[in-house]
């Protein structure tokens, strides 16, 4: 009888301790350190508050107050702890000293303008990451932006103006990846050579890889050369003449 209290009081302490244990952990905190420059975030999905302002350009999104929004310009790093699954919308837009960022192996989505105008050269996500949202590392027009990026294995869908604008030379499209979207690679003037591993892409959005390098090279799946080669040159690229499109 006195064993199956015991048990029963500590189960009982288990079930109280879990509460707040699991509230701490979606609690969103952050530390800056100012002497590396380095911001530090944990929490599970980082949401702003907002909006704080309205803007009519076009590409610039409506701004949102995040705890660490007076540190844009000042963080170099942004360290992104274990747990995060889901970077919100504007969450480091306009970081403009920002030049690395470490992605926990948790996260699952990068929402709307993440990263917009944020100069990062190396973006390497990882592999959970499912969803990239509209203009989420757009660089709108400023300075700088990626080189070089590795997209995640469990990639389904590449949003709008997703990577407009940035300096990368090539990229790889994951087997998975079955959208993207209108303007995502737009002028992206450095980009050369693209990978495309999927054979599931439904959709490849007006304008996708528009004002690349005049000769880029696509290469493609055989089995689905035919669609491709109909979604880039009726209206993916804007020199149709010139693009090359290779299967393998």
Known sequence: MKKIVFILCMSLAVTMCASPCM?????????????????????KHLRGKGPIGIFDAYYMPTK?????????????KVVLKKGVERIGYNAFGDFGKLKSVKFPKTLKRIDDYAFCATPIPNVSLPDRV????KSAFDMDGEKGGIVKLKLPRKLKSIGESAFRMNKIKEVVIPADVENIGADAFQECTSLKKIVIKSKKIKNIGSG???????????????????????????????TPEETQIIAQ
Not at 23 to 43: D, E, F, I, P, R
Not at 210 to 238: H, N, Q
């Open 23 to 43: 509230a701490k952990q979606k609690k969103v905190t952050y530390k800056y350190k100012a002497s590396n420059k380095t911001l530090t975030v944990s929490g």
């Open 64 to 76: 949102y107050e995040y705890k660490w929004s007076s540190l844009s310009g000042k963080v170099k």
């Open 130 to 133: 499912k969803y990239i949202g």
């Open 208 to 238: 996708a890889f528009a004002d690349i390098v005049t000769d880029a090279v696509f290469f493609v799946p055989k089995e689905r050369e035919e669609d491709y080669r109909k979604m880039l040159l009726g209206r993916g690229v804007s």
